[in-house]
């Protein structure tokens, strides 16, 4: 629908939408994260659902004890080898549309502890990440423009076509496999078909 | 009333156990903190000695720590007056001085009731393979359970006697001691903006060999 014809119209107070709106304005508002965390980001992030802070604004005030009830999984803290799999496994029992955040340099990078033997590169190794903040920890407000930045996201996916979300394309996958604790390291070491490493230069 | 010096807990206990084997390794630093080194065989005993001694009462371990003595053969030069043909001349020998090649383990204790501490003790073991075996303490201080189970997941030393001598950090698989000098980490560089030191170094083997020159 044309823009000016719409303006025209609510001024005459006659609302029009479509379909694809009113659908992502629902999804968008009612963003529901999943309840846990793995580091100090963590408490950056229950910061951020308290009173001075107040994520409920966005929607957002129901952290899920359950991956089945959770929409949003906010990746808050380091993840070591030793979890990733079950970081993985959590986010597979997600139910579709689905969403990440990764918080703070440690979920994003590895962060301090990215030359360790113990720690993974990124969680964007295994499951792919819609939001990154950066921050050690990130402040709330970066969360909170983190969950804007994910509502515009949601905002804006089509609804048919060859960019609609990935939960109304059969084909795309909706799990990720879930890497094994090996001898000496977590195989395999990423999925290869989510990500790719920089290339090297010197 | 002042603790006992290591000297005289050394004397006292040497009295009270039978064979037993007891050094003081000297701390250089301006700390001071001398420590009690003793053999395996007799390390229950001495801590059963340490905990129970009226003037010691030594109840609580605060911190069991490991550390690597890889094996390190150093060279070192002395000159020495020698009669060579008749001449005394003045020559340079090489000897090798050998040390190291085994695990550490190290108990600080203090008296919760006496009010008084640290004693520093420690275990060494045979080698860094397959005499890796130390008394556990953890039947004499509690405390020492999770520590003595981080050591031998980071360090490898074997505790016997311990109740539940399982890894705590790395998972149940993990074949690596990581924490020990020789351990090579999987090798899984990725682009550091900014390396230096040992990462640089990480880095620079992964760099990509440069355009041949034709």
């Known amino acids: 629908m044309d823009e000016g014809l ?6 005459q107070g006659v609302f029009t939408t479509t379909l694809e709106e009113l659908y992502n304005w629902g999804r ?4 529901w994260p999943l309840q846990f965390g793995l580091a100090c980001c963590a408490i950056e992030m229950i910061a951020t659902t308290m009173a001075r802070y107040d994520l409920a604004r966005f929607g957002a005030e129901v952290f899920r004890p359950s991956p089945r009830q959770a929409d949003l999984m906010i990746v808050a803290g380091t993840v070591t080898k030793k979890m990733a799999p079950q970081v993985v496994r959590l986010y597979n029992q997600m139910p579709e549309p689905k969403y990440v955040i990764a918080m703070g340099a440690c979920a994003i990078s590895g962060g301090p502890f990215k030359q360790g033997y113990n720690v993974l590169k990124g969680i964007d190794r295994y499951i792919p990440v819609d939001v990154h903040i950066p921050g050690c920890p990130p402040r709330p407000e970066a969360l909170i423009h983190a969950f804007m930045t994910l509502q515009n996201k949601i905002a804006g996916q089509d609804l048919t076509g060859p960019n609609r979300p990935r939960h109304l ?8 496999p879930v890497p094994q604790l090996g001898e000496h390291d977590v195989v395999p070491p990423s999925n290869r078909a989510l990500w790719t490493p920089e290339v090297i230069t010197r | 009333m002042p603790m006992e010096s290591l000297e005289q807990i050394k004397a006292r206990a040497e009295a009270a156990i039978a064979g037993v084997c007891l050094t ?5 630093s301006p700390c001071a903190q001398h420590s009690l080194l003793v053999d395996g065989g007799h390390a229950l005993q001495l801590a059963e000695f340490l905990r129970d001694d009226p003037a010691l009462r030594l109840d609580f371990c605060s911190n069991v720590t490991g550390v690597d003595w890889p094996e390190k053969v150093e060279k070192v030069k002395t ?4 009669i060579v043909d008749g001449v005394e001349k003045e020559i340079e020998e090489t000897t090798e001085k050998r040390s190291g090649g085994y695990l550490e383990v190290v108990y600080h204790l203090y008296s919760m009731s006496q009010k008084q501490g640290p004693v520093v003790v420690r275990l060494r073991t045979g080698n860094r393979a397959d005499q890796a075996n130390l008394p556990s303490l953890t039947p004499v201080w509690r405390s020492c359970e ?3 189970r981080e050591i031998y997941d980071l360090y490898g030393v074997i505790f016997d006697g311990h109740p539940d001598l399982r890894r705590i950090l790395m998972w149940d698989g993990f074949k690596d001691h990581p924490m020990r000098r020789d351990y ?3 090798d899984d560089y990725e682009y550091e903006p900014t390396p230096h030191d040992d990462v640089l170094d990480k880095a620079k083997a992964h760099y990509p060999s440069p355009p041949s020159a034709n």
């Open chain 1, 6 to 11: 719409r303006s025209e119209l609510s001024k």
């Open chain 2, 146 to 148: 999770f520590q003595e």
């Open chain 2, 184 to 186: 090579v980490e999987p």
């Open chain 2, 79 to 82: 000159k020495v007056k020698k």
């Open chain 2, 24 to 28: 003081i390794v000297q701390n250089e």
């Open chain 1, 169 to 176: 394309d059969s084909a795309a996958p909706s799990e990720f």
């Open chain 1, 28 to 31: 968008k508002n009612s963003v």
